[in-house]
């Protein structure tokens, strides 16, 4: 009697037969995008870079609160300069220098003009600023009226305003500054704190705890006996989970019998926010996983298989209410729907918009090298080294298994093949996702 | 008398008039490339994440280190298997089940087979892996030879070593994995956890003094008075400092007094290995700045000025051999000077390879929405917001003042205007630089 055999290892324990739900690339980002995001907390602004808005942020004052200069030169009223030019010059009396960060005490006069650096606050009566290098200054008295001693010639007429920053044009008090839902850049800080934030309302980082699988995994320091190997995927997605905003524990190797993890599930929803189970899908751990998983309360198997490669087994289901993601054992899988799909969900679960964390980090415009196979209806990342040929940036796939995890780590990037597709012609103009 | 004034307010001591040294973007990044990079130390590899390597890194073993299945199915000797097809198979004994995790004791002779998940060791005498998908498992005697009792029929030939990754197919033992002078990336440290390799030689993290200059800077928690600022950068560029791999101390504001810079200045460069001067570079420091840097033992002015917009009143020195970068004190000048040339000059002295620390990180390609006018001669970075029209991706020139941070900050990225151009098109192909 002939039997398909699905699984050539023998199970550890029942299999789960009424559940597979294989989902399209699209459907694992929507079911993924409506994960709930944890809760808030108040932190310091200058330890928020790479936090996320748990509120929209509002501008507590005006950015400038006073009108300043722009540029290094002479604080004017406009109307004394208008037609000004180096042939008919604009004489204007000297009545003094802005001193910078005080509040100047003059005041200017009609004709009157006073020497202003950039970032200087504009004296009362004047509104516009002339720069240094259309003006000379000159000593002696060339007009009647001449208090100081010294005149301002001014060889272009300025437009009211001109090189000024007014009050509130950066950014007006109680407008929006940035949404509830973005993260924090080290780059923005600073103009936060130039708003008086010093303080701000965003998520809590997740906590994420780490299980790794399979019964021939030993751990890094080990010296693997023929058959095993060390955990390679544990080390690169700590780190990885880490430069996704969240902390991680690493639980380090359950091997692959149903009480073992259980227990180790079990221990890892409780101290943490979402868990993930590098090597959960693999044969002799899924059948395990998924039943196990389902015997929490509040549990849900999301979906179970994505149409891609690689990675296509991978595992997304809740249990206590919690995100548990099943990753593929073998390391480039792993890494890869780590990348696409680990990733954005704890961004999700940390509170980010969802329309930001499926967006590659960083791309690069270029040509295939060759000819790509794919089959439709699976969406397909193809690892491919960048070389420059004459001019044009040329991406060429990569030969070699998916089991072997230099391969992808000597990758520059990645290739989409569309669901739609079934292949991509040589010369074709690609964006590849660097690694 | 007429005379141009190049400084209007006042300068608080003598100038530096014998030293301008204005260079090429090009130029600036061949002397920061120029700099030397600071000691090494050895870390463990779970740490190595973002850290620079010190020496070229080999791999210490073969990986795999034993002949290892790349598929679900069983092990064969391929030569019992040419020519099998569904309508021709081949029938082989199967003679037992390779466990995970251990090195098979079972070894195939002529006509066998034995069941093997993806990560399984091949047993002796086998040289190939027939997917599960092209076999199937019959129950009985089919064959006169069987003692197990089963028969394996298999409907396609396999190739001799097919779905099997070889001893050190993935990596060979004492080849180079990765050079000196990269950066790890979290993705990497897997791999490297895989050939046991537990600690990595790699530079310092480079300690970087921020130091604040301007007269009008006040904290960012104090209230700022009419003419006064709140120190914008050195909040921004705390975070940035860090994220170019550095540690960071902020010594907050300097007086733009001699004495306080000079006092601060040496308090900065005894405990770190480079300095940065928020607005160092600006009227009404820089020559003070200029002048305190050259009394240091083994100092030197490298560059003053770049041909760039923003920010071309940067200063690079060296005191006590040891870098000086006087940033401007613009908010949007000083920021992206810091993103063009501070951060690779940070990760030069942390030891990365110069050709990767000028590419910017993230990079995507659009149109422009309208022409841009240049100087040529000088290199302008334009501040864009990326909109979408039509499937197409338009970079629209921000309009507004360098002067005003929040216009940096809701900017998308900058585009590169090269020096040799006068300006560029519309609906010219751009890269944009994402911020």
Partial sequence: MARKSARPAPAAGPTVKSFFRVVSTDDARRLIAATEPIGAETVAVADAAGRVLAADLLAR???????????DGYAVRARDTFGASASVPAYLELVGVVEMGRAPRLRLGRGQAARISTG??????????VMVEYTDEIEGNTLASHASGRTVEVQRGAAPWEHVLRIGEDIAKGSKVFPRGRRLRARDLGALAGIGTTKVRV???PRVGLLSTGDEIVAPAAKPKPGQVRNINAYSLVAMIREAGAEVIDYGV???????????L???????????????????????????MQEFARSEIVFHGISVAPGKPTILAKALGKPVLGLPGHPQSALVIFDLFGAPLLRVLGGEAAADVFRPQRTVRARLGRNLASKAGR??????????????LLAQPMPGSSGAIFNLVRADGLVRVPASAEGLDEATEVDVILL
């Fill in 61 to 71: 004052e005006d950015m400038p609160h006073f009108d300043r200069a722009n540029m």
């Fill in 120 to 129: 200087g606050m504009l004296p009362a009566g004047a509104d516009a600023v």
């Fill in 203 to 205: 998520h809590r980082c």
């Fill in 254 to 264: 359950v091997r692959d019998r149903r009480e073992a993890l259980q227990a180790a």
């Fill in 266 to 292: 079990a221990n890892a929803l409780r101290d943490n926010d979402a868990v993930l189970l590098s090597g959960g899908s693999s044969v002799g751990t899924k059948d395990i996983a998924l039943e196990v």
């Fill in 379 to 392: 969406e397909d990342y193809v690892r491919v080294a960048l070389e420059e040929a004459g001019g044009v």
